[in-house]
């Protein structure tokens, strides 16, 4: 058994104090212990589905010279052990040729594992936007995290959790070109202003294929937006709006975000032009909608 030479650091220990108080009994299951590589395996269902070949050679290299500075967090499956949190850790280990790896060993249930991995990852700035977004997405969906709660945990603001999560009202192919690095934050960001899918999967490939800085996207958005159409030269696509596209009112923007906020789940509302509207509130099983109706204190079922 051998102790690691430093702490959980300032992402997990920070948020999960109670492990540091666990290192320092350095015996039993709470206690940091030297487990065979073969024996662990990473969480299926671990958030960061992407891992930069260069930076694991990087780290391979420094645990070569300097071995494992922070034990993973694993907890017991069978006869072998899953990762919780460190997985980066475990392959870079295994580059190096290492056998063992410093590990701190927790009983904890399904649920409680999801939510320590998704924290740690993005604590730790792992995950892409996208993988960030999912990540805020689920402790909200799943977990009943409110924006307030998510802000104080991952010491961001609440905007910057806002406009992260916004990024999954993207479709899906747009999402794939950020997290291939095909497309920054910074270009999409804008096409959220016009909620055409369509339109947004086919100007993500026209501004990636074009080689669009950020500020001609910016410029190319709003004046869709003033012109009430979105199109250019070389058309992949063109749609007309019946009128002229406006922003959510201020008013129902902020009642948009109270209630997104009271019941933890996405909320649209959209204004047509005579006054009637359109409200519409996402779940995600059948659990999820009995709360969401719990939420609404409503005797519906």
């Known amino acids: 058994m051998a102790k690691a030479k430093g702490g959980l650091g300032r992402g997990l220990g920070a ?13 039993g299951k709470d206690g940091i212990v030297e487990l065979e590589l073969e024996k662990i395996f990473p969480n299926p269902d671990q958030p960061r589905k992407t891992f930069d070949k260069d930076k694991l050679i990087d780290l391979a290299e420094s645990i070569k010279e300097h071995g494992v500075l922070q034990p993973i ?72 995290y409110t924006q307030d709660k998510l802000a104080k945990r991952m010491g961001k603001s609440r905007s910057a959790i806002a406009n992260t999560t916004r990024l999954l009202a993207l479709p899906e192919d747009v999402q794939d070109m950020v997290q291939e690095g095909k497309l920054t934050v910074g270009h999409v960001r804008p096409m959220l202003s016009i909620n055409i899918p369509e339109w947004q999967s086919s100007f993500a490939k026209e501004v990636y294929q074009s080689n669009l800085s950020v500020r ?86």
């Open 216 to 301: 001609e996207v910016e410029q190319m958005v709003k004046k869709a937006m003033a012109d009430g159409k979105v199109e250019w030269t070389e058309t992949l696509a063109t749609f007309q709006s019946p009128q002229k596209y406006k922003k959510l009112p201020a008013e129902l923007r902020t009642l948009q975000d109270q209630l997104a906020e009271r019941l933890s789940t996405k909320v649209n509302i959209k204004k047509n032009r005579d006054g009637s509207g359109k409200l519409v509130i996402e779940y995600y099983s059948e659990e999820d909608l009995t709360r969401i109706f719990d939420a609404l204190k409503g005797d519906f079922y």
């Open 73 to 144: 967090i694993v907890t017991p499956r069978g006869d072998k052990y899953m990762i919780i949190a460190g997985e980066r850790r475990f392959r870079a280990s295994g580059r190096a040729g290492l056998k063992t790896i410093p590990a701190l060993i927790r009983e904890l249930d399904d649920e409680k594992i999801m939510e320590l991995a998704l924290i740690e990852n993005v604590q730790r700035d792992d995950l892409s936007p996208i993988e960030e977004a999912r990540a805020y997405d689920v402790l909200q969906n799943k977990f009943g």
């Open 15 to 27: 948020l999960l104090p109670e492990y540091e108080e666990i290192i320092e009994t350095h015996s």
